[in-house]
C-alpha cells in the first residue's frame, strides 16, 4: 500500500505557474509571492494563514463587498422561506437533477462534487441575525474561522467562477455534475420537499437554513441566474440501491490507479475487486478547510503527476466542502495542463466513505451501515 509523501510524482510541467496565478487571483498577491512552503501536513493550517495574511488590498475590499452581499441576500431571502413556501420557492430558484449515469462507456472526464446541508446552515449563521426557527448553528464564530478568516470561501468562490457558464437566466458547470441537498443525504432531493411537512422539527430547521444560504450564496455570485445542480443524494443511496458499487466499479475497470484522498481515519481504505494500484492522499480531519491553501497545492500537485504519469485516474474523497474546491480546481488545471487524451474521474463521497469504518467515522456511518464492508476495505489481500 502506498502513502502520499512528498517523494510522489513530479508535477506537470506549469503547475507552479498555474497555482501562483489561481492563488494571485484569489488572494491579490505577486506571482512571486505566491509560494507554497513544502511543510509538513501539520503545518499546513500556519502556511495557509501565512499566505492568506499577505494578500493585498484588493483582495479585502473584494472580501468586504461580497460579504456585505451575502448578508443582504440572506436578509432578503429569509422571509420568502417558510413550511408553506418552501417547495415553490426551491424549484423557482434552483435545479436539481438525478445524476446520469457515470457507469457508461467513457466519453471523457467525470467529476461529482457536492456541497451539503451543513454548509449551508452554516453561513446562514454566519452572516445573518439570529433565526432560531430556522437557524440551526449556534455557535457562528466557529464557522466563521473555518470559512471567513481563513480565506476559504474566497477560494471556492473563485474556483467554482472557473467551472461555471451563464445560459440565459440558467447557470451551468460543464463536465461537472455539481451537487447539494438540504438535508442529509438519505433522500432524493425531490423526496425531501415532498415530505417537507412530515419531518420533525429540528429536521425542518436544517431544510429551511440550507435553503436560505444555498440560495443567497448562489446569488451573490451569479445574481439573477438559476443554478443547474444534481442530486446530492447519489453517494448515500447509492449504497443502498448499489448504483454508487456499479459505478465505482466501471470507472475503476477504466483506470489505471485509484487514489483516495481521505482523513487519517481512511488512510488505507481500497475499493475491493479493483486490480489496480491504489493509494492515499491525506488531509486534515478537523482543519482541512483552514489549511485550504496548502491542502490544494499539495494534493493537487500529487493528483495531477499522477494523472501525468498514467493517463486515466479515479479520484475518491471525503473532505468535506474542501472537496468542493479540489475539484473544481483539478478539472480546470487538467484541461491547461495535459494532454485531452487523459481522463480523470473524479467523486465526492462524503460520509458514505465512512462505511468502511464506521466505529472511526462520523454519526452517520454508525447509524447507516450500508454494506460498507461489500465495498470497501482496508486488506483487500
Known sequence: MTTFADTGPPAPAGFEALFAEFLTEVLDIPPAAARVGRVPLEAWPAETARLVAAAGQGYWRRRQAREARLAAALAATAPLVTPASLRLFASERIAVEPMPNPAAPDEGDSCYIKINHGFWEQLYAVFASPDPARMRVTNPERFRGQYVRSGFIDALAAALG???????????????????????????????????????????????????????????LFPGHRPAFRDGSFPKRGLATGRLRETLAAVAARSARI??????????????DAAIPQETVPVPAATVHESWVACLEATSRHLLGRLAEDGHLLVITQSAVFSALLGCFLMAAKRRLLPPASRLAYFDLGQALDVAAPAAGGLWSRRHPIGGGELFCFDCS
Not at 261 to 267: C, E, Q, R, S
Open 162 to 220: 472557473r467551472v461555471a457558464r451563464v445560459e440565459g437566466t440558467q447557470l451551468e458547470f460543464p463536465g461537472i455534475d455539481l451537487a447539494v441537498s438540504l438535508a442529509s443525504g438519505t433522500h432524493d432531493h425531490s423526496d425531501v420537499l415532498a415530505g417537507f411537512a412530515a419531518r420533525s422539527p429540528a429536521e425542518q430547521k436544517i431544510v429551511l437554513g440550507a435553503a436560505i444560504g444555498l440560495t443567497s450564496w448562489w446569488e451573490t
Open 259 to 272: 487514489v483516495f484522498v481521505v482523513p487519517p481515519h481512511l488512510a488505507g481504505v481500497q475499493l475491493i
